[in-house]
C-alpha cells in the first residue's frame, strides 16, 4: 500500500475508532462509579468527614482516621457484596455511648468486622466502633499495630471504661473465644457469657444494645477443635475446617448475613452485686438469642 494512502486509512480508523474508544473509557468510568457508589455509598466522602472531624484532636488509644477509612472500604465489599448483609434496627443505636453487645461464631472474627460496618456505612450518624479484643490476639504479627490504628483495645474494664467516657459505641462478645470457635453441631448456641460487661455497663449507666448475626456460623464448618495441636502452637483453640484444604476454601463461604440491633437496654444498681450482675447477664443473652430464633425461622436459606 502506497505511503499516503496508507496514511489516509490510518487516519480515516482512528477516526472512526476514537469515539468509540471514548465511549468505552466513559462508560467503564461510570461503571466504576456506580460500583462505589454501591458498594461506599453516595455519603461516604461526608461520613470519612464526620469521623475525620471527631478525631481531630487526636485518640489516646492510637486510632488513625486514614488506617480506619482504608478498611472500611476494604470491609464494605464483604458486607454488601459478599455477604450481603441485611441491616435491621439500627436506626435504634443511641446518641453518645453504648455496649453493642453481640453472639460470637464463625471461627474469624468477621462478625466484627461486618458489625463495624454497618455502623459506618448504615448507621446516620456514622459510628466508629471500637472493639474490646482478646490479649492474645495482640500476639499475633502486624495484627496488634492494625487493631491500635483502627482505635479496638485490649478487653480490660479501664479500658473499656474510658472508651465509654469518651462517648464511644464499644463491642464486647461475652462469649469470647468460646462462641467464635464453636463446632458446627452447636451453631446459634450461645455459650456462657461473660459479666464484665454488665458491670462496666452498670458503673457507667450505658444503655446496652443487643446485637444478633446470623449467618456467621456455616462460613467455615468447623468439627471441633484439636486442643493439643492448640497448646502446641500457644493458641487458645485449633479448629477443624477441613474446607480450608481445598483451593479456595481459606475464603469463608458466601453465607448470606443476616444482622439485627435491638432496643437499648438499661441497668441501673451495684455492679459489685454478683447475684444481680448475674441476673441481668441472662437478661442480655436471652434476648440475643431470642433474636437469633427470629433471624433463622425469618431467613430462606444459608445462602439467601
Known sequence: MPTNDLARWIASASAKLLPEARAALAFARRSASDLGVAVWGSDFERRVEVVRERYSAGDPFGLDPDTA?????????????YFRTTVDGLGQLPAGRVLLVANHSGQ??????????ACFLDADPPRLVRALVEKWALSLPFVSTLVTRLGHVVGVPENGRRLLEMGEAVL????????VSKPFSRRYQLAEFGRGFMRLAMATETPIVPVALV?????YISFG????????????????VPQVLIPGGQLPLPTKYHLRFGAPLG????????ALVTERVALVQAAIADMLAEGLRERRGVFL
Do not use: T, Y
Open 69 to 81: 477509612e482504608r478498611v472500611v472500604k476494604l470491609s464494605a465489599l464483604f458486607h454488601r457484596l
Open 108 to 117: 474469624v472474627p468477621i462478625d466484627a468486622v461486618i458489625i463495624a460496618a
Open 172 to 179: 464486647v462478645f461475652p462469649e469470647g473465644i468460646r462462641g
Open 215 to 219: 449467618g456467621a456460623e456455616e462460613q
Open 225 to 240: 477443635n484439636l486442643d493439643w495441636a492448640a497448646r502446641l502452637l500457644n493458641m487458645p483453640v485449633f479448629p477443624i
Open 267 to 274: 441497668f441501673a444498681g451495684d455492679p459489685d452485686d454478683d
